[in-house]
């Protein structure tokens, strides 16, 4: 009545993080992910949660944050607003 070892479910292992991960698992780990609107909403969650205890809720906070927040916006701005950059880089200014 007892199982063998063979039938014996293995663990489930700890997920790895990204960086531990070899090229060949790469799918099967991307496979893994959660990737409904809930899951993505609660990994954008956890990763705000780890910025702002790594760098806003410290005892002596710096620029950091705020120098990281500035750059983001600049290359959003920038990335936004390319197509008109763009244009403007093809005029020719008689």
Request: aromatic content about 12%; overall charge positive; glycine content about 6%.
């Amino acid at each position: 009545m007892g199982l063998s070892a063979s039938q014996i479910p293995e663990p489930p292992k700890k997920d790895l993080p990204l960086w531990d991960v070899k090229l060949g698992e790469l799918p099967k780990w991307v496979a893994r992910r959660d990737i409904s609107p809930t899951g993505v909403y609660f990994a954008f969650k956890r990763a705000e949660l780890k910025f702002n205890n790594k760098y806003v809720h410290v005892k002596r906070g710096g620029i950091a944050p705020y120098a990281m927040m500035l750059t983001g916006y600049c290359i959003m701005s920038y990335i936004w607003s390319y197509d008109h950059i763009k244009h403007d880089m093809m005029r020719k200014h008689h």
